[in-house]
């Protein structure tokens, strides 16, 4: 398809190629940051769990 039409096709082209990577790689890091969020919380809740028993230990270590 030759003509008056092909550079705006495929300036088109590339702009929604352009628009799918950059949505694409605003996704991946959005989920990124979801996960690491994620990875945060649960280490916090093994942590304060981990106090929690250590705690125990000490007190029944005293008694």
């Not at 092909?6 to 996960?35: C, E, K, R």
């Not at 690491?36 to 230990?57: C, G, I, S």
Request: positive net charge.
């Amino acid at each position: 398809m030759r003509g008056p039409m092909m550079p705006i096709l495929v300036t088109t082209s590339l702009l929604t190629a352009v628009s799918l990577v950059t949505g694409a790689w605003v996704l991946i890091q959005f989920l990124l940051v979801v996960l690491a969020v994620a990875l945060t919380n649960q280490a916090m809740t093994n942590r304060e769990r981990l106090t929690a028993d250590l705690q125990r230990l000490l007190d029944l270590r005293q008694a």
